[in-house]
Nanobody, 124 residues
Framework: QVGLVESGGGLVQAGDSLRLSCAAS????????MGWFRQAPGKEREFVAV????????TYADLVKGRFTISRDNAKNTVYLQMNNLKPEDTARYYC?????????????????WGQGTQVTVSS
């Protein structure tokens, strides 16, 4: 069982940066692949980024590639999402998720545990 709590969201202007954090409880965090997803009002949840259990492999959605960076600190049971050059279209609720199969999937249905999310709003 893994508990996930996101933080770091807020209201920013276009071009600004934010760093989201996701703190995990449980002793097996380091064996999970971790992902970030987002959901805007009226839209489906979409993949943002995923990182392997070791942190050596990452995958990004095309919309955020080059602007967002996912990382993890297994000693702190935390995964991060550094978001630079934010755009109004990045406005959404951001969720972290844990995949116990550690396959690094981009599909939400492959993730086993989810946090409650943190809101990111980017004004133009």
């Amino acid at each position: 069982q893994v508990g996930l709590v996101e933080s770091g969201g807020g209201l920013v202007q276009a071009g600004d940066s934010l760093r989201l954090s996701c703190a995990a409880s449980g002793q097996t965090f380091s064996s999970y692949a971790m992902g970030w997803f987002r959901q805007a009002p009226g839209k489906e949840r979409e993949f943002v980024a995923v990182i392997s259990w070791s942190g050596k492999s990452t995958t990004y959605a095309d919309l955020v590639k080059g602007r967002f960076t996912i990382s993890r600190d297994n000693a702190k049971n935390t995964v991060y999402l550094q978001m630079n050059n934010l755009k109004p279209e990045d406005t959404a609720r951001y969720y972290c998720a844990a995949d116990q199969t550690a396959l690094g999937s981009e599909r939400a249905q492959d993730f086993d545990y989810w946090g409650q999310g943190t809101q990111v709003t980017v004004s133009s």
